[in-house]
């Protein structure tokens, strides 16, 4: 099982990027998917997350109304468009299936630990 997530970028405040997350050797039907960024010297934080039916979608407050995932299971592919882009948002993008995702909240096992390499979004401010 893994997920590649990719898209991120250098861009100034205000700006937007869209990243991908990719499954390989899985597919994403019938399995919610989430978003997670770290920050420099910071624990790595739930930001977003699509259940398996892509009807329910969670947002932490800070990305509220800037961020929208979605996915793509014909492509099997998960989507985070994120416009608005704010210094605070600079960080590396993980993503991973399998966690409780609600519209209030989302967690992933404390066992899981395939990340990945993620993908590096720098906003400039």
């Known amino acids: 099982v893994q997920l590649q997530a990719s898209g991120g970028g250098y861009v100034q405040t205000g700006g937007s990027l869209r990243l991908s997350c990719v499954a390989s050797g899985f597919t994403f039907d019938y399995r919610s998917v989430g978003w997670w960024r770290q920050a420099p010297g910071k624990g790595r934080e739930g930001i977003s997350c699509?259940?398996?039916?892509?009807?329910?979608?969670y947002y932490i407050d800070s990305v509220k109304g800037r961020f929208t995932i979605s996915r793509d299971d014909a492509k099997n592919t998960v989507y985070l468009q994120m416009n608005s882009l704010k210094p605070a948002d600079t960080a590396v993008y993980f993503c991973?299936?399998?966690?409780?995702?609600?519209?209030?909240?989302?967690?992933?096992?404390?066992?899981?630990?395939?990340w990945g390499q993620g993908t590096q979004v720098t906003v400039s401010s």
């Open positions: 991973a299936p399998d966690l409780l995702c609600t519209s209030t909240t989302m967690r992933i096992s404390d066992i899981y630990d395939d």
């Open positions: 699509v259940d398996y039916s892509g009807e329910t979608t």
